[in-house]
């Protein structure tokens, strides 16, 4: 079992341009998965049938799955393990199907440091193209007096 980091970044530890980002495949068995864990089981992301007599010709991912890596990003990496996800304003963009590769990215924006508060630019991409762009807030805790 990995070892979890408990503390991530500190809100004197951020500035604005800070990056990081992860890459994962969509799976077959990761959307259903997440359409058992949901109660999500919309065709488009189920039914390869009924899938392919849409617009998209295929399965798509569920837009929640492919957001949910941002979240593993802002709560394992930026701003980390500690920090406290206050908001998340989504804007899906295209579809994503199974078997493609995603990068989940997030860049510190603002720093509001009297709300301990940090605003990022989030996105999804898939072939250089951004499938999901977002803004999101978290709260971040200060270093600790030594």
């Keep these: 079992m990995a070892t979890t980091q408990k503390q991530g970044y500190y ?9 990081a980002e992860i890459t994962r495949v969509v799976t077959d068995e990761d959307v259903r998965g997440f359409a058992d864990l949901t109660g999500d089981h919309n065709p488009v ?25 941002l979240s593993a990003v802002m709560g394992m990496q930026l701003p980390g393990p500690g920090a406290i996800f206050r908001s998340l304003n989504l804007n899906y963009r295209g579809p994503v199907k199974i078997g493609e590769e995603v990068t ?11 709300r301990q508060l940090v605003t990022l630019s989030c996105s ?8 999901v762009r977002a803004q999101a807030a978290a709260w971040v805790a200060r270093r600790p007096e030594a």
């Design 11 to 19: 809100l004197e530890d951020l500035s604005p341009g800070m990056s």
């Design 45 to 69: 992301h189920v039914d390869d049938e009924f899938a392919a007599q849409t617009m998209f010709k295929g399965r798509i991912a569920h837009g929640a799955f492919i957001a949910s890596w």
């Design 104 to 114: 989940a990215r997030v860049e510190v924006e603002t720093i509001d440091a009297a």
């Design 124 to 131: 999804c991409i898939v072939r250089g193209r951004k499938v």
